[in-house]
């Protein structure tokens, strides 16, 4: 069964960049084109902020940015802030399938 | 206001069954899927399964067979049966309007407890 594979945690300072990936285990993954990224903060709703590798829904700030090469997948976010301090978690659709795959989830801490 | 509204927390015996609510409210129910994820205490989110607009389900392997989702068009609800419960399904439910790959309005979430 494939799954998607993320960091447990990653972590970076005010102003910085950081990237998160998503590793697809089936050798299928590479040929997905609907990856999509959720950021959770505990105790709230979770949010979409990339579809389709590399697309912001309307009101996402543009310091998040998402890509793919082959099987990994990636959120950037740029301009690191406090309130990026969240979880977050790759999922991944392919087209004439009948399933949706979260990834494992990623705990960003920003010092 | 645009929103998925998702009921009050319940509470189940193991082996019992639970169906969950999910209100569309001042957008077009019918024209999206609606997704269901949950969340067990300190775990990430799960898929469990998508309605279409024309009320086809896919659900995912790990909960085939105790799973079933339905709508009601004439209220704008969503609903989530979960069968067979055990103290692993304790967790927040979430039901998410969006698209076949994507979630793009989550609701509030319901927690479900199962303890004897």
């Known amino acids: 069964q494939s799954a998607l ?3 447990a945690s990653v972590s970076g300072s005010p102003g910085q960049s950081i990237t998160i990936s998503c590793i697809g285990t089936s050798s299928e993954f590479a040929n997905y084109v609907y990856v999509s990224w959720y950021q ?3 105790g ?3 949010k979409l902020i990339i579809y389709e590798v590399d697309h912001r829904p309307s009101g996402v700030s543009n310091r998040f940015s998402g890509s793919k090469s082959g099987s990994r997948a990636s959120l950037t976010i740029s301009g690191l802030r406090t309130e990026d ?3 977050y978690y790759c999922t991944s659709y392919r087209g004439g399938s009948t399933y949706v795959l979260f990834g494992g989830g990623t705990k960003l801490t920003v010092l | 206001q645009v929103q998925m509204v998702q009921s009050g927390a319940e509470v189940r015996k193991p082996g019992a069954s639970v169906k969950l609510p999910c209100e ?4 077009s129910f019918s024209k999206y899927y609606i997704h269901w994820v949950r969340q067990a205490p300190g775990q990430g989110l799960e898929w ?3 309605i279409n607009p024309a009320g086809a389900t896919n659900y995912a392997q790990t909960f085939q067979g105790r799973i079933t989702l339905t709508t009601d068009t004439s209220t704008s609800t969503a609903y989530m049966e979960l069968r067979s419960l055990r103290s692993e399904d304790t967790a ?3 039901c998410a309007r969006g698209f076949l790959d994507r979630m793009d309005l989550w609701g509030n979430g319901t927690t479900v407890t199962v303890s004897s």
């Not at chain 2, 569309?24 to 957008?27: D, I, K, L, R, V």
């Open chain 1, 5 to 7: 594979t993320q960091p």
């Open chain 1, 40 to 42: 959770h903060h505990p």
């Open chain 1, 44 to 46: 709230k709703v979770p």
């Open chain 1, 85 to 87: 301090e969240a979880y």
């Open chain 2, 24 to 27: 569309a409210s001042e957008f």
């Open chain 2, 48 to 50: 469990m399964g998508v």
């Open chain 2, 92 to 94: 927040i439910y979430y």
